[in-house]
């Protein structure tokens, strides 16, 4: 046996220092979560996701019970009214056209808010389905809503809105209010549902490959069951997210398109026609309020459809989540 | 390389011919009289009747009418405004500045989103992340036209550091407010990625070795982290490229630029539904070339896809 | 030799910050090195082993830190230096050679390039004279082809190539000490034992001192004089190895000797105990096969070999250089064999081998391109209509690899393993979680794990679950594609000793998945030895081990670390 030297001697830890556990050993105590559990806990503790919240109920407060917030009617008013100051009951003052800017501005989140969720909805279905199949089955299929998903994201939305709309004008004039929140909506569903479909791809990719996909074939699922017993389930979470981002673009979206003279028609109550209206208040540098309110409101509202989103994104994030 | 080059060829292809099937469809998708509505249901003059169904081939078939738009659209034939101008000839007047506008906008764009993305993801969760990620998400909320209104005001009128608009003749000097308002709408979702990216690259395997080799901190964050990071970043800036041409025609409406884009406001306005779908379609093109190129700019810069 | 020590860890301690928790990593260790000499720590996953080396130069991660003790590099105290003097040491005094050779270099970079950045960054050379000096270090690591190489990508060298130009780098300052953390785990048998051999002679000739860490006893026994066994954070054995290891003295250290398994495959007590439990096996597997002989409704005949494979083939087509290029990859190449009922059969290769291709095929997840599958005398791709089908899947079950893969982490315990049943509308729900709570109990997990979902579990745990989901059903063969490899050493020792059980219990029989060789004595009657989609060797395991007649199958065997080592009870 070779001579130790000094500081490699042999030497052994006291047992009862260094006890030793059974192998592997299950920890009986601890509570069970599961991800979704984990994820609301960590969801409760953002700041960001308080935040986004408190600004959407008031927003939701506002859609439902606007009674609560003002008096008015936004759409009475008389050009003699024009641009008069505030008085009892009227905060703001009145707008050019003499409507009240404050019920304007809260009655305006409804035609708003309802392009949006419409929207999300309508692109989060559409995305889901073609991105699972699409991912899912391969091959052909997936090559053929790749492509075709390509084509639509090729051309940028707005542009695209634009297009449709511009033609729609010309054939469709008197829609009424659900038939232009109609067409706003399909125009921008139309052209943004690849984004999701992308989203879902990409997911579904990730997941099939797992070895829990393998053991659910192995027992005999088809592949129709394991689709929708596994695969959708683990790969929503990004959807959820995209979904939710995407809502806030879209009310954005709107405004812009009501800018350019191509959302809601004029006689519709929303911010983005009230804000197109204000265009003309700049340049005077008066009455700036009458874009003011409805930009502030706007911008709130969708910023808390943004910070819901990153607020879920983290939440729902796999680095963050313990092996 | 010649994989990932031919295979992104071929996708160009039918996502061209898509994207011009899908315009020319739905001016085919309308009832009604075509010249009609081409013109924007005014009357129109026999001779712009005549013009206006030889050039659109409307007395021949659909499956004959597409491709001749597709090759128009190639051979950049647009036919002409109801003015009477060539739409080729009005796009050439109108393209510089538009593209001397956007080109800003990404200079910015890029700029303040990897130097502030790369400060927030080298100290992530920190306070200078959080403030930018608020404020990042705060300037999309608003309405790019807002954004511009409030830019115009502040700047431009009450300032008066610049003009408010920029009219004919136009320098890059006046188009600097427009392209900040332009970057701005954008600069969030670089940020926000350039931020993950350094954040993520920041605790790779590799940037520990480097480390252990015996480099210093900022030649290991320099060297190692951030020329990997920027990958993801470059090739999503491509993509902008598409919202800052949508964010084009707002802006260059509030600040009276000469461009494209105010000249599409233009047509849409006076209902000129063919003028609006020639630039659109236009617009596309560029598109789908500038995401083309980014793609190859891409295979160049990643080794892995290079020498595959 | 000096008798100064190089490297002296002092009653070392490190702890990580989660949340508001301090977590200890390391707790009071003791080291010593000497120059030029090679010492081992061995050690589980969480021992500590990689957070004390990567403390040594201060390469913690963001929430680390050294709370304790002191390390003291030729003397002086560096626990408690300066920035500087760290990155000074770094490279030029302290090398490091990382886990994983992938992760590890920089995808964007050429790899002599980021050699060179070793020798510019600690003054050794610059410019074309670096050059030339990156050139030589990728020879004398044993990269052939030196000069080309170095102007190559990462992701065009293989694994050992890569783990080559990481040594390259580690020693490219002449450093006094190497760190190697885990060096060669990623890799294939005999890469590894090739790059150790040429790391052993190369830190020989230079006289760079190796603090070699590893999980493998064998290896660090084979490869160290002085060996550091650590177990949750604490050093609980230390000293020359060879006495550790025919003489170990703490109960951690006795319960890795016995259940290592390069180290208990020498042993012939394993061999009988194999022995043993094939003898039950067989024994219910008889009764088993009585039973369906004579039942009308159970798929198959009750035949002897359950599972026959003639001249199974796969050949997969890959994109060629160019677009329209196609090249035919074989990725199996006639293979055949048979399992008989009660038995296990092992199959044996290296990555690239085609075992788990072989495997995927016999599950029917994988499309055959020529030769049979027959369940006990049913060929399965004859299979008719969906009645069939599932008869068939009732019968052979896998368990597979990655623990952290194999059970869908939305499912509760309780449903992953109820689902086979479900899905087979086998009895009420009532019945069903009997059952479960059945095949718990089997497995060794207390039932209060049901209501738990997989990301609370550990890898071995969620092993467990998935070999209770396999039993659902009453199979008669189960498909164990490297259901172990994943799996510290004492936790695949546990598995294997349940499957072990398990088959003498039921009668099952196991077709057995694996790349280390070693593992195979312990659980398998015959082998099959594969190598590029080939079978090279195929004989009963006491044949392969102590005859075996091909130059790979020896190879294979002499790779096994640690295989050469003299036990007090051999």
Not at chain 2, 101 to 109: F, G, K, P, S, Y
Not at chain 2, 124 to 152: C, K, T, Y
Not at chain 2, 154 to 176: A, C, E, M, Y
Not at chain 3, 490 to 506: F, K, P, R, S, T
């Amino acid at each position: 046996m070779p001579e130790t030297r000094p500081g490699q001697e042999r030497f052994v830890a006291p047992v009862d220092e260094t006890p030793l556990r059974a192998i592997d050993a299950v920890d009986v105590d601890a509570v069970p979560e599961n991800q979704w559990k984990e994820a609301w806990k960590r969801l409760r503790t953002s700041p960001l996701f308080w935040l986004a919240t408190l600004i959407l109920l008031v927003i939701a407060v506002m859609i439902f019970f606007p009674t609560l917030f003002t008096s008015a009617d936004p759409t009475k008013g008389s050009l003699d009214n024009s641009f008069a100051p505030a008085t009892d009951g009227h905060p703001f003052g009145f707008t050019r056209q003499g409507y009240d800017l404050w019920a304007r501005t809260v009655y305006g989140a409804r035609a708003s808010v309802a392009v949006g969720v419409l929207t999300a909805i309508m692109t989060a279905v559409l995305g889901m389905i073609t991105g699972a199949i699409a991912g899912y089955y391969g091959g052909i299929v997936d090559t053929l809503i790749s492509r075709v998903s390509d084509i639509f994201f090729s051309i940028p939305l707005l542009l695209a809105c634009i297009v449709v709309i511009s033609v729609i004008n010309n054939t469709w004039p008197d829609r009424g209010f659900w038939g232009s929140v109609l067409v706003v909506v399909i125009a921008l569903a139309l052209f943004a549902w690849p984004q999701i479909t992308r989203q879902m791809r990409g997911a579904v990719l990730e997941v099939k490959n797992l070895e829990f996909v393998d053991a659910a074939t192995a027992i005999g699922a088809t592949k129709m069951q394991n689709l929708r017993r596994h695969i959708v389930p683990n790969a929503l979470a990004p959807v959820i997210v995209a979904s939710t981002i995407s809502l806030g673009v879209f009310i954005v979206a709107e405004s812009s398109l009501s800018f350019l003279g191509l959302g809601l028609p004029q006689n519709v109550v929303s911010w983005g026609n009230d804000l197109a209206d204000a265009q003309n208040q700049v340049s005077s540098g008066q009455n700036l309020s009458v874009m003011y309110l409805p930009a502030i409101a706007l911008g709130m509202t969708v910023l808390g459809f943004i910070l819901l989103g990153e607020a879920v994104r983290e939440a729902l994030d796999p680095k963050a989540r313990k092996k | 390389m010649w994989w990932y080059v031919v295979k992104r060829l071929l996708q160009t292809i039918p996502v061209f011919l898509g994207a011009t099937l899908i315009i020319f469809l739905l001016l085919k998708l309308r009832p009604g009289d075509p010249v009609l509505n081409l013109a924007g249901n005014k009357p129109v003059s026999p001779e712009v009747r005549d013009a206006l169904a030889a050039q659109y081939h409307l007395d021949d078939p659909w499956y004959v009418q597409w491709p001749l738009f597709v090759k128009n659209a190639i051979t950049l034939n647009f036919g002409d405004t109801f003015a009477g101008q060539p739409v080729i000839e009005l796009i050439r007047e109108t393209f510089p500045v538009t593209v001397v506008l956007a080109v800003m906008a990404l200079a910015i764009d890029a700029l303040l989103g990897i130097g502030l993305g790369t400060i927030a993801g080298l100290r992530r969760n920190g306070w200078f992340d959080s403030s930018m990620l608020v404020l990042s998400l705060a300037l999309l909320s608003i309405p790019i036209f807002v954004v511009g209104f409030v830019m115009q005001l502040i700047f431009g009128v009450k300032l008066g550091w610049t003009t408010p608009t920029v009219g004919g003749d136009w320098n890059v000097g006046k188009l600097i407010l427009p392209a900040v308002v332009l970057a701005i709408a954008n600069f969030a979702y670089t940020l926000r990625l350039c931020r993950t990216s350094v954040a993520e690259n920041l605790s790779a395997d590799h940037v520990r070795t480097a480390r252990a080799k015996g480099l210093s901190e900022p030649q290991v964050v320099v060297k190692h982290v951030l020329r990997n990071s920027l990958i993801p970043v470059i090739t999503y800036i491509g993509i902008n490229l598409g919202s800052l041409m949508a964010g084009a025609i707002i802006t260059e409406t509030i600040f009276n630029i000469p461009g494209i884009g105010n000249a599409a406001y233009q047509a849409i306005i006076r209902g000129e539904t063919s003028t609006v779908v020639a630039f659109v379609t236009f617009m596309v093109m560029v598109y789908v070339l500038m995401s083309l190129l980014v793609d190859l700019l891409y295979a160049v810069l990643d080794p892995r896809i290079r020498y595959a | 030799m000096s008798s100064q020590p190089l490297l002296q860890i002092e009653d070392l301690s490190v702890s990580f910050r989660a949340g508001k928790e301090f977590l200890t990593a390391v707790d009071g260790a003791n080291l010593t090195i000497y120059p030029g000499q090679t010492i081992a720590i061995v050690g589980e996953s969480g021992s500590g082993k990689s957070t004390m080396a990567h403390a040594v130069i201060d390469l913690l991660p963001g929430n680390g830190q050294i709370t304790g003790g002191h390390i003291l590099f030729e003397g002086a105290d560096i626990a408690t230096a300066g920035r500087d003097k760290i990155m000074a040491l770094r490279g030029s005094s302290i090398g490091l050679v990382p886990q994983d050779p992938m992760s590890n270099l920089n995808p964007l970079w050429k790899v002599g390039r980021q050699i060179k950045e070793a020798l510019v960054a600690n003054d050794v050379a610059h410019g074309a004279e670096a050059d030339r000096r990156v050139v030589e270090l990728l020879e004398e690591a044993g990269l052939p082809d030196a000069e080309r190489r170095a102007r190559q990508f990462p992701h065009e060298f293989s694994g050992g190539m890569r783990q080559r130009a990481l040594i390259a780098m580690g020693l490219a300052a002449r450093p006094k000490l190497l760190i190697a953390d885990e060096p060669t785990s990623a890799l294939d048998v005999t890469v590894q034992k090739q790059i150790l051999d040429h790391l052993d002679q190369l830190t020989d000739n230079l006289g760079v001192a190796v603090m070699l860490i590893t999980h493998d006893l064998g290896l660090a026994a084979e490869r160290a004089d002085h060996l550091v066994v650590m177990y949750r954070g604490r050093v609980v054995e230390s000293g020359p190895a060879l006495e550790i290891l025919q003489d170990p003295q703490h109960p951690y250290t006795q319960r890795l000797v016995s259940k290592a398994p390069s180290i208990a495959s020498q042993r012939l007590s394993s061999v009988s105990a194999r022995a043993e439990i094939r003898e039950q096996a067989m024994e219910q597997a008889a009764e088993v096969a009585a039973e369906v002989a004579e039942s009308s409704e159970e798929f198959g005949s009750g035949s002897d070999d359950v599972l026959v494979v003639e001249n199974l083939t796969k050949v997969f087509q890959l994109r060629g250089a160019k677009p329209w290029e196609k090249v035919d990859f074989t990725a199996v190449d006639d293979v055949s064999f048979r399992l008989r009922r009660g038995t296990t059969t092992a199959i044996v290769g290296e990555s690239g081998s085609g075992k788990s291709t072989v495997a995927r095929m016999v599950l029917d997840l994988l499309p055959v391109t020529s030769g049979r599958v027959l369940f006990d005398g049913v060929d399965i791709r004859q299979l008719s209509g969906k009645a069939q089908r599932l008869r068939f899947r009732r019968q052979m079950q896998p368990v597979f690899q990655n623990p952290y893969a194999s059970l869908d982490p939305l499912y509760s315990i309780y449903q992953s393993i109820e689902e086979p049943l479900r899905t087979h509308d086998v009895g009420t729900k009532k019945q069903r979680e009997t059952k479960v709570r059945d095949l718990l109990d089997k497995v060794s997990l207390p039932t209060t794990v049901m209501s738990r979902y997989p990301g609370e579990l550990s890898g071995g745990q969620r092993q467990r679950v998935a070999i209770a989901r396999a039993l659902a059903l009453d199979p008669e063969v189960v498909i164990c594609d490297e259901a172990v490899s994943a799996l510290d050493v004492l936790v695949q020792a546990q598995i294997l000793e349940l499957l072990n059980d398990l088959q003498a219990e039921l009668g099952l029989s196991y077709l057995f998945i694996t790349h280390d060789l070693a593992v195979v004595r312990q659980i398998a009657d015959n082998v099959l030895v594969m190598q590029d989609g080939k079978v090279v060797e195929q004989a009963s395991v006491t044949e392969v081990f102590d005859n075996p007649r091909e130059a790979y199958t020896r190879k294979l065997l002499d790779a096994i670390p640690g295989g050469s080592i003299p036990l007090a009870n051999a």
